[in-house]
């Protein structure tokens, strides 16, 4: 399998999806990656079903699956009956966890202060996950100051609505970006 690295290089837009209507959007889109942000234990598995249907790679972001605790078991049934590609999460002992399960992993970090770029550098280096997602992505600066401290993949993510937007995104030093809007999806 390639890295993540590789992968995002060759596809740097991913489409976080939010709802039933968004993931048909994404299905037929160009986009290869896809972050499904919405779903419970009930609705999971067809979802990312979809989604393999159309040949994308799937990441679930553990978090936001209704039904399911950040815990072990919560990690075990998203890899057992909707086969991600990986995992996304805020929270380290998830990271870890689905990093033993042998998923690929993206700690998303807000940087909101000094303080959580402190915290979001320390987690990174504590979880070693495959990528890391930096919120809000419109703070190119910031990508660029996390990128001197980190040595893995870098995604933006979070209020980018435009492609003017994702070239800065880039050029600040993320290999990928993921949004919600379609338009940006076929880029």
Request: aromatic share 4%; proline share 4%; with cysteine.
């Given at each position: 399998?390639?890295s993540?690295?590789?992968?995002?290089i060759?596809?740097?837009?991913?489409?976080?999806v939010?709802?039933k209507?968004?993931?048909e959007k994404?299905?037929?889109s160009?986009?290869k990656?896809?972050?499904?942000l919405y779903?419970?234990?009930l609705?999971l598995?067809?979802?990312c079903?979809r989604?393999h249907?159309a040949?994308k790679m799937?990441?679930v972001?553990?978090d936001m699956?209704?039904?399911l605790?950040?815990?072990?078991?919560g990690?075990e049934f998203?890899?057992?009956?909707a086969s991600?590609a990986?995992?996304?999460s805020?929270?380290?002992?998830?990271i870890k966890y689905?990093?033993?399960?042998?998923l690929?992993t993206?700690?998303r970090?807000?940087l909101?202060?000094?303080?959580s770029m402190?915290?979001?550098v320390?987690n990174?280096?504590?979880?070693?996950?495959?990528?890391?997602?930096?919120?809000?992505?419109?703070?190119?600066?910031l990508?660029n100051?996390?990128?001197?401290?980190?040595?893995?993949?870098v995604?933006?993510?979070?209020l980018?609505?435009?492609k003017?937007?994702?070239?800065?995104?880039l050029s600040s030093?993320?290999?990928?970006?993921?949004?919600?809007?379609e338009?940006?999806?076929?880029l």
């Open positions: 399998m390639s993540i690295s590789d992968i995002l060759e596809n740097p837009v991913i489409a976080a939010r709802n209507e968004e993931l994404a299905a037929s160009r986009v990656i896809v972050f499904v779903g419970s234990i609705t598995h067809g979802i079903s989604l249907e040949s799937v990441f972001h553990a699956i209704e039904g605790r950040g815990d072990m078991a990690i998203i890899n057992r009956f991600p990986g995992i996304v805020t929270r380290a002992n998830i689905a990093k033993h399960l042998n690929q993206i700690l970090v807000f909101l202060d000094s303080l402190q915290t979001g320390k990174i280096l504590e979880t070693n996950p495959d990528a890391v997602e930096i919120m809000p992505g419109i703070a190119c600066r990508i100051e996390m990128e001197r401290e980190i040595t893995i993949p995604i933006a993510g979070g980018i609505i435009n003017e937007q994702v070239l800065e995104s030093g993320a290999l990928a970006i993921s949004t919600s809007k338009e940006l999806w076929d």
